[in-house]
């Protein structure tokens, strides 16, 4: 073999991954445009808007999670501030805050809070919450159209403990539904993602201690359970597989045509996933001083309780007063128009108190 | 079109020596650098990579290699990488791939060069060409939305006639959703086709014809002359067809991380789930971080590791092989 053939390889995977992120971005492409028919016309209200004498460039990277929404708030803001160019790459959470931490993005996209390891100082940056969506616990079986999992359950299904549709345990959430004897196949991500941090944290929380694989953007799921690339790859698998469960985004879970489990929330009450009881959740959350805050397992009646929130986090203070102006108008932007797209493509906007915070937060950034 | 003795002209060339020395020196350090550089940029990126691993390796030692539990974070300890599972599907998944690419190959080869009318020659050529031009995802999401589904009921199939046998049963398991180690070999078959199929094409014909004319007047058949003439005189470089249709094979990632069900897992069941080392790198890498992000780059140093060696082996194989078989043919 030619020695070249390990740096073709490297240049091969670098490729690779380029053209899954083009892939990716095409078809988020396809569905903003999708949504934005029936939406609001971008640059409607013309150029004396309150962002029109902004122009630059932002540069953002991270969380792919709630990529979709980003970008529909980017071209929509294109119509206010036509001197702005907002760029905002779906890399990953983790990736997201890395380049943030080394300076080469303005800010960052991320599901989970910052780490020691993730490289970026501790007080220099301040958490923005944006939006948050339910992750539905989706399911392809053949004549049942409601189900209903307490997280125990919930828990044992994707440990694979329970192996088959009519163990006991499943029954016993659904009285009276003719459950068959169909085996459980276990759909997860395979790629590492906020996602699956934020369904394990929940199976961690609410399971009374029945989950036993930990918690992370990664975790050791068992052998026998089918891995599936990004939230669409989780559904596909749902959706090709009789028997399967799978946890995937509500946009994605709609757009695949998936059916979803309602699940026991914290004060007893199965719900099912809508964009309503997440916005319930999140109020029923706890919010630190920092506006980092954890809506799941959320308490309320009508709290949808697998609710993954999702940051920006942002320089407290950039050496560019320019840039520090182009960052609070963005977000200002986010959190007050930006907020009327997010139920357009099934993202919970936030509650008003929780606005409100969020847009004290952009005003401490300084420059 | 093989030149196996200098023309007097060509000697003549040569012989006149002195005239060009400068341009004679200038190619001989340019092809050395050239040379040199390749065997720099290979060290280099040993030398980053297993750097950059460090503390993976570290942590874990040896059993970076003997352990199959992949838990970069665990329910309760430290996390937990083991190479084991992954280089276990790498190399399920290429060796199902070899096993379907290389007869197919070698005799889409054969009649190529030679049975095929030299008119359908030029079209076939193409064609093949055509398939290597293909990117890998789009083979991975192909992969995924209609070879994976469609196959679920052969698997199904193979699994309710073979899975009583004894021993060979273990290999035809239960079947899930259609993504697995059988999937992503078959996947892979058909991406390094094109590549172990145009170099032994190239290979076979540089099989001098009075060879071959020799085989034939001494009353051999046509598949007589291929086995006597064909064969022996182009081992090598069928050898090293497959070597290089076998490197294609466990570096692919996209298409691979699609097709082979991302679980990590070691079992005789073809219709299992598994995952590869370079499709692991490519799904976890852009979320991880300090020993996480070290590891999948030991994950890197191993595939590496085991593609120098895969080489090396072949090599030798290759050599001891021509030793035999071309002593007469030389």
């Known amino acids: ?367 | 079109m093989t030149v196996t003795n200098e023309s007097p002209a060509a000697r003549q060339a040569l012989n006149r020596r002195g005239g060009n020395a400068v341009g004679d020196r200038l190619f001989s350090w340019w092809t050395l650098g050239t040379g040199l550089l390749v065997l720099a940029i290979l060290g280099l990126i040993l030398i980053t990579t297993v750097r950059e691993a460090w503390p993976a390796f570290d942590a874990m030692g040896l059993r970076f290699l003997t352990e199959r539990i992949w838990d970069p974070n665990p329910a309760a300890g430290d996390a937990i990488f083991g190479a084991l599972s992954f280089a276990y599907g790498t190399a399920i998944s290429s060796l199902i791939a070899l096993l379907f690419a290389v007869p197919v190959s070698v005799g889409i080869a054969l009649f190529l060069t030679e049975l095929a009318p030299r008119r359908l020659r030029g079209a076939a050529v193409t064609v093949i060409d055509l398939l290597a031009a293909v990117p890998s995802v789009v083979f991975g999401l192909w992969g995924i939305l209609v070879v994976a589904p469609a196959l679920v009921p052969v698997y199904q199939w193979m699994h309710d006639v073979l899975g009583g046998v004894p021993v060979l049963g273990r290999l035809f398991g239960p079947v899930g959703s259609g993504r697995n180690f059988m999937t992503a070999g078959l996947i892979l078959a058909i991406m390094v086709t094109p590549i172990i199929t145009s170099i032994t094409r190239e290979v076979f014909s540089t099989v001098p014809r009075a060879d071959k004319d020799a085989a034939l007047a001494l009353g051999a058949t046509r598949w007589e002359m291929i086995r006597g003439a064909v064969f022996p005189h182009s081992f090598g470089g069928v050898v090293g067809a497959v070597m290089l249709g076998l490197g294609r094979a466990m570096g692919e990632t996209i298409a691979v991380a699609l097709v082979i069900g991302g679980a990590t897992n070691i079992t005789a069941n073809l219709f299992a789930p598994g995952n590869s080392m370079a499709a692991v790198i490519v799904q976890q890498f852009g979320e991880s971080t300090g020993t996480f992000t070290a590891a999948l780059i030991g994950l890197g140093v191993v595939l590496f590791a085991m593609t120098v060696l895969i080489n090396v082996f072949a090599q030798m194989v290759v050599r001891r092989a021509e030793a035999r078989m071309k002593g007469s043919v030389a």
């Not at chain 1, 999708?34 to 409607?44: Q, Y």
């Not at chain 1, 958490?127 to 992750?135: E, K, L, N, R």
């Not at chain 1, 959706?239 to 026991?264: E, H, N, P, R």
């Not at chain 1, 520090?324 to 997010?342: I, P, R, S, W």
Request: negative net charge; proline residues 4%.
């Open chain 1, 1 to 367: 073999m030619h020695p070249d053939r390990e740096a073709y390889l490297v240049n091969r995977n670098v490729l690779s991954r380029r053209l899954l992120a083009g892939v990716a971005l095409a078809a988020l492409a396809l569905t903003g445009c999708g949504s934005n028919d029936n939406g609001k016309e971008p640059g409607a209200s013309g150029g004396d808007s309150a962002y029109a004498n902004l122009s630059g460039e932002l540069k953002a990277s991270g969380a792919s999670f709630p990529d979709a929404y980003y970008q529909e708030v980017v071209e929509a803001f294109k119509g206010e501030a036509s001197g702005v160019t907002v760029t905002y790459n779906a890399t990953g959470s983790g990736t997201g805050k890395k380049q943030f931490g080394e300076g080469l993005v303005d800010f960052a996209g991320t599901d989970s809070l910052v780490k020691e390891s993730d490289g970026v100082a501790v007080g220099s940056f301040l958490y923005i919450p944006t939006v948050a969506a339910p992750i539905t616990v989706s399911y392809n079986l053949q004549g049942v159209d409601k189900l209903q999992l307490s997280p125990e359950t919930l828990a044992k299904i994707f440990q694979t403990d329970i192996k088959t549709w009519n163990d006991e345990a499943i029954k016993a959430d659904n009285p009276g539904v003719e459950l068959p004897d169909t085996p459980i196949v276990v759909a997860h991500r395979s790629d590492g993602s906020g996602t699956t941090s934020n369904f394990t944290k929940y199976l961690e929380a609410a399971s009374g201690g029945a989950w036993k694989l930990g918690s992370g953007d990664t975790v050791a799921w068992p052998a026998s359970t089918q891995g599936g690339e990004k939230n669409t790859g989780v559904a596909q698998i749902v959706q090709q597989t009789s028997g399967a469960v799978g946890y995937v985004d509500l946009s994605d879970a709609k757009a695949t045509g998936l059916k979803f489990a309602a699940i026991k929330n914290k004060d007893g009450q199965f719900v099912e996933p809508t964009l309503d009881g997440t916005t319930a959740g999140l109020e029923g959350a706890e919010i630190a001083d920092d506006l980092s805050y954890n809506p799941l397992n959320a308490a309320g009646a009508t709290s949808y309780p697998i609710t993954a929130p999702t940051f920006i986090i942002v320089k407290t203070s950039y050496s560019d007063a320019a840039k520090a102006e182009l960052v609070k108008g963005f977000l200002t932007y986010l959190l007050n128009d930006g907020q009327d797209l997010a139920k357009e493509i099934d993202f919970a906007p936030l509650p008003a108190s929780l606005k409100e915070k969020a847009l004290a937060q952009v005003d401490k950034i300084q420059s």
